[in-house]
């Protein structure tokens, strides 16, 4: 227990020798002081417990000392025992009390009695002294405590923000990629629709063109009549190259690629594009010289540029700059791409670009917003076929008011260019005499009218057509020797494809050559196709020639 300070206040030496007498084995520290100013010298000298005062002092009386003593802040609670020599009245006990006194001892003194009173002040120094420490340890805690709980609120709302953020941002990728998604889905079930929309009317055009063809080679000669047929022809060639947009889209159209410089090409294209823009837009080319070759079909990347200018021709209006740049890029490629070496072409105006609605919708097939008569809606989408079909991607950038910007990523050839002949020379029927000028072909189609236009113009070549309309018929008519020199078939047939029969004609009939016509791209990889002629649906008459001619010039070589 540590001892405390009692201040002993007389004017009489031998008093005080005699309260220390009584109080020094209570173990604390006896402080004396002889008069008043000695005692409030003490009192800011060291932190006094108890104070016991005399009343009656000749300089001071004890009264005045107390209320000298009760006016500093540090002792206005310090325990003050008046000590007395004479009997006092109850108005001066009330005085002493009033002064700040706690208690009074009378002379005689009571040593035991003393004893009690200072020893019970004392500890109730020490208990309130080690109280407010507490209260002080309590307090520090407290402040630590609540500094704490502050803190980990702060870090607890911080980690609520960054987990709404989280969700908000999780939110947002879940809508944008279920978005995407539906656009998939929508696109691709578009796609399937398109696509056998285009085979029919393939089948119709097919029927209409090569009709037109035969009926103008048999009427007499008449210059109105030929007039309307070739008007007619017209309008079934623009048929045509509708279906093969729709093709496109659908990334079903019949593609042969190529190692191409893009130079070369826009080179090739340049004069024709600029009359398709007008003399009022200016072409800028950024073409560099030493940029690796493509691989892409060079006749629908030609359909594509043709496109793309003619967009910008109309967003342009009264003139302004369209500005084609090809650039290598190694890395820096839209993520949906595979590892690899890409060119990117874009194609750019100055015009009034494309709000976010517009361009969101931009490559939708028969979406315009060109007027009546003015656009089909299918060239952007045409182009996109034609990108992701080549193993590329289609990414159009525009600001309204500010133009637009369309580029085509397509890979890059593992090869160098093909070179392109001039002319294509091959040997002429004249001068192999063993082929027979006149054969027996079967044609399979499940289309009436298509098997109709195909007999009518081999006939007209001075064939003969049998027909089939189904690959289960035509096995049929295969198994009885009919001396059949060559089998035309349709791919896309119900049932069996003419894929599937062309593969069992070879293994039933080796040697007989089978020319494979499909305006569709999905034919299977199998090799034992490889090297198979093929013919794009809609074909004309020269073109079913042709295909003949080289199956009978093959037939020769290979005999």
């Not at 005045?64 to 609670?77: D, G, K």
């Not at 040593?111 to 020490?126: G, H, S, T």
């Not at 003139?319 to 690899?340: F, I, R």
């Amino acid at each position: 227990m540590n001892p405390v300070n009692i201040l002993l206040v007389d004017d009489q030496p031998a008093k005080l020798l005699s309260y220390e007498v009584i109080l020094q084995g209570l173990g604390e520290n006896l402080i004396k002081a002889q008069s008043g100013r000695e005692a409030l010298e003490c009192l800011l000298r060291s932190e006094i417990a108890v104070i016991l005062v005399d009343v009656c002092m000749p300089e001071q009386d004890g009264f005045e000392l107390v209320s000298m003593i009760r006016e500093h802040p540090r002792y206005q609670n310090t325990a003050i025992i008046f000590v007395s020599a004479v009997m006092m009245a109850e108005p001066d006990r009330l005085r002493g009390y009033e002064a700040g006194a706690v208690d009074y001892v009378s002379v005689p003194i009571v040593p035991e009695v003393l004893r009690a009173k200072v020893r019970v002040f004392a500890d109730l120094f020490r208990k309130t002294r080690e109280l407010e420490r507490l209260n002080a340890e309590l307090e520090i805690r407290v402040r630590e405590r609540t500094a704490e709980l502050e803190a980990s609120s702060a870090q607890l709302r911080q980690l609520n923000e960054e987990l709404e953020r989280r969700i908000d941002q999780r939110t947002r990728e879940r809508e944008e990629a279920l978005a995407q998604l539906f656009e998939a889905q929508k696109l691709d079930t578009i796609g399937q629709l398109t696509g056998g929309v285009a085979h029919d009317f393939n089948n119709l055009l097919m029927a209409v063109s090569g009709s037109l063809n035969l009926l103008k080679k048999r009427l007499p000669p008449d210059e109105k009549m030929e007039r309307l047929i070739g008007n007619a022809m017209q309008a079934a060639e623009r048929g045509t190259a509708l279906t093969q947009r729709l093709l496109a889209f659908a990334r079903r159209q019949d593609l042969k690629p190529q190692a191409i410089s893009f130079e070369r090409l826009f080179d090739s294209v340049e004069d024709l594009l600029s009359k398709a823009v007008g003399p009022r837009i200016a072409i800028t080319r950024r073409i560099p010289q030493e940029l690796p070759p493509i691989l892409v079909d060079g006749n629908q990347l030609e359909l594509a540029l043709l496109n793309l200018f003619v967009n910008a021709r109309d967003a342009l209006g009264q003139g302004g700059t369209v500005t084609v740049t090809a650039e290598a890029n190694e890395a820096d490629h839209p993520s949906s791409l595979k590892e690899g070496r890409y060119i990117r072409i874009s194609v750019s105006d100055d015009g009034e670009g494309m709000d976010e609605a517009t361009l969101t919708r931009a490559t939708e097939p028969f979406f315009t917003t060109k007027g009546v008569g003015k656009g089909t809606g299918l060239g952007l989408s045409m182009v996109h076929g034609l990108a992701a079909q080549s193993g590329g991607v289609l990414e159009i950038a525009s600001i309204a008011g500010e133009g637009t910007t369309v580029s085509l990523w397509l890979p890059v050839a593992d090869t160098a260019e093909e070179p392109v002949p001039a002319t294509e020379q091959r040997p002429s029927l004249a001068s192999a005499p063993d082929v027979p000028a006149a054969l027996s072909v079967l044609v399979v189609d499940d289309d009436a009218l298509v098997r109709l236009g195909t007999v009518a113009m081999l006939e007209d070549l001075g064939h003969t057509a049998l027909e089939a309309a189904s690959a289960h018929q035509a096995l049929d008519l295969l198994a009885v020797p009919s001396g059949i020199d060559l089998v035309v078939t349709d791919h896309a047939m119900p049932g069996m494809t003419g894929a599937d029969l062309a593969r069992q004609i070879f293994a039933s009939h080796p040697g007989l050559p089978v020319i494979l016509a499909s305006g569709y791209a999905d034919l299977p990889d199998d090799p034992a196709y490889v090297g198979m002629l093929r013919m794009t649906k809609p074909f004309t008459q020269e073109q079913l020639r042709d295909a003949i001619e080289r199956v009978q010039l093959e037939r020769v070589a290979a005999a």
